[in-house]
């Protein structure tokens, strides 16, 4: 099993620009989220799925936009970036079980630079 | 929503000392309490987690603590290694609970930069 993975690796932008980033995953999770990444922040939550077809927003989500049209990938996409933006980008599943307390699998990350 | 405050933000230790991360959080609803390690460069990856009807669990070298009543957990790592030099981030959630709307989401704390010197 390959696990979580994540395309590009990096990536630079110049502002306006816009990409989209894919994350698969092939553990049938139902739960993915995105994340950001940036020095003495943490992780922060930007969109999360929690099946096929269904999004939501997390604590940073203006900006990005995501869809999870196939169970196995979740996309995020940036519009119009900005210099804000640069930041890396997780990617992580997780099972659903009701009442379960779930680890979350992460992918390698990519990379963004928006000059 | 939850807020997870954790420090201190970096810590540096000699080979064979002990460290101590220490993290708070606010949503008294929270009960599943992850630690993740993430080496320079590379994803993070759970070490150990806690789950809130339990006061402390150990798993070689790592263990963790949970005070419910003070809202507040810690990581110790004994024996360190240099191989242990990493970030690592503690977190929170409440968990994925029936009927509601928590699906497992986790607030992670601002990370803490342990370097252990040979």
């Known amino acids: 099993n390959a696990g979580v993975t994540q395309t590009p690796k990096f990536r630079v932008l110049k502002t306006g620009q816009s990409m989209t980033l894919l994350c698969a995953q092939d553990m049938n999770h139902e739960y993915m989220y995105w994340y950001r990444q940036d020095p003495g922040m943490g992780l922060r939550l930007i969109h999360y799925?929690?099946?096929?077809?269904?999004?939501a927003k997390g604590e940073v989500p203006d900006g990005y936009n995501v869809s999870r049209l196939k169970k196995q990938n979740f996309l995020l996409g940036l519009e119009s970036a900005a210099p804000s933006q640069t930041s890396v980008y997780f990617c992580?599943?997780?099972?659903?079980?009701?009442?379960?307390?779930?680890?979350?699998?992460f992918g390698p990350g990519t990379r963004l630079t928006v000059l | 929503g939850e807020n997870v405050e954790q420090h201190p933000s970096t810590l540096s230790v000699q080979e064979g000392d002990s460290a101590v991360i220490k993290c708070t959080y606010s949503d008294s609803a929270s009960n599943y309490f992850p630690w993740y390690k993430q080496e320079l460069g590379k994803r993070p990856q759970l070490i150990i987690d806690?789950?809130?009807?339990?006061g402390e669990k150990k798993d070689q070298r790592i263990a963790v603590t949970l005070n419910k009543t003070a809202k507040h957990f810690s990581l110790h790592i004994t024996e360190t290694q240099p191989e242990d030099s990493a970030v690592y981030f503690c977190a929170a959630s409440i968990g994925n609970n029936a009927g509601g709307t928590s699906y497992g989401k986790l607030t992670f704390g601002q990370g803490t930069i342990l370097t252990v010197h040979p």
């Open positions: 806690i789950r809130s009807n339990v």
């Open positions: 992580a599943s997780s099972y659903s079980w009701v009442g379960s307390y779930n680890e979350q699998f």
């Open positions: 799925s929690v099946g096929e077809g269904t999004t």
